[in-house]
């Protein structure tokens, strides 16, 4: 049976440089797991590949929509199986690496089926959190589905969202679509996890925040911001830079709260994932026991 490696990590751990390795070592193209990377708009603020990296290897799900084409989990879980069927005719193993937590639960277990958010929907939603915050959302939120708000991160607002835009559209609780029953997939899974100290991933942060200044993200941030009602601009990088050029912070102010938004999200990322019992961790320099457990991995499906 064919395998799915599956790299997951914080933001900045290291999986594009590891991922493109284990593609020339594997022969095994690489599928994206990186809900932003997916926009053509968006390659400087995302830390999309860049052209060399693309050229190492094939990629998948970069640079495939446009900024106005919306896009969800359950939209990723369908594309990347039919894509799956596809490449495992040809390839053993594929990688699918990145940080969105998700859209790599969608992949791995499946999510529950929700409707499409209707596009009126979601720009009200967004608009409303843009002007008031996350207070309106969380009170609509108790009132139309009560279980979930005593659930939710309430200081999670893509989550509180995306409910309150699931229960707008349905005119049901959110709750009410989700029944946490994981499919079975017909390839073998192999999670390997990356991950660095919090003051080495911290540094780390801060170096790519400079270089993608430097690379020009906020030329990129203007180019983009007549579209800042999307859902797929309510990201790191791009509000904050927002801000700046609607005069309300400072340039110097608004670089560092993408260094420490960045740094608060890659802790949300290590909360997620460190539920997956599945996953087993590594540094990105330890590429030798990281081989070592995909080829015992690979030698015994082949058994």
Not at 200 to 210: M, S, Y
Not at 265 to 291: C, G, L, N, V
Request: aromatic fraction near 8%; include cysteine; hydrophobic fraction near 40%.
């Amino acid at each position: 049976m064919n395998t799915l490696l599956v790299l997951p990590g914080p933001t900045c751990a290291g999986k594009t440089a590891l991922s493109l390795r284990l593609a020339k070592k594997y022969g095994a193209p690489i599928i994206s797991a990186d809900s932003r990377q997916l926009y053509r708009e968006l390659a400087i603020g995302t830390a999309a590949p860049t052209p060399e990296q693309l050229a190492q290897a094939r990629h998948y799900m970069v640079g495939t929509l446009e900024l106005t084409e919306s896009y969800s989990a359950s939209r990723f879980e369908a594309d990347v199986m039919a894509l799956l069927g596809e490449l495992f005719e040809r390839h053993h193993a594929v990688i699918l690496a990145g940080g969105s937590m998700m859209y790599i639960d969608a992949v791995c277990r499946g999510i529950d089926d929700m409707p499409s958010v209707a596009p009126d929907v979601r720009e009200a939603v967004s608009l409303l959190y843009e002007r008031e915050g996350l207070t309106p959302l969380l009170d609509e939120l108790r009132q139309a589905d009560p279980a979930y708000w005593l659930e939710v991160d309430r200081r999670n607002y893509r989550r509180v969202i995306h409910a309150v835009e699931i229960c707008r559209t349905a005119a049901r609780p959110y709750s009410s679509f989700r029944t946490h029953r994981a499919r079975t997939r017909p390839f073998h899974i192999l999670k390997t996890g990356l991950t660095r100290p919090r003051e080495e991933l911290c540094a780390r942060i801060d170096r790519r925040v400079d270089a993608m200044m430097a690379a020009g993200l906020l030329d990129e941030a203007r180019r983009v911001s007549r579209y800042r009602h999307l859902n797929a601009l309510n990201t790191l990088g791009y509000k904050e830079l927002f801000r700046h050029i609607d005069g309300e912070w400072t340039l110097a102010q608004a670089v560092e709260k993408i260094r420490r938004n960045t740094r608060v999200y890659a802790r949300k990322q290590m909360t997620w994932f460190r539920r997956d019992s599945d996953i087993e961790w590594f540094h990105p320099d330890d590429e030798a026991a990281i081989i070592g457990r995909i080829d015992r991995h690979l030698a015994d499906t082949r058994r």
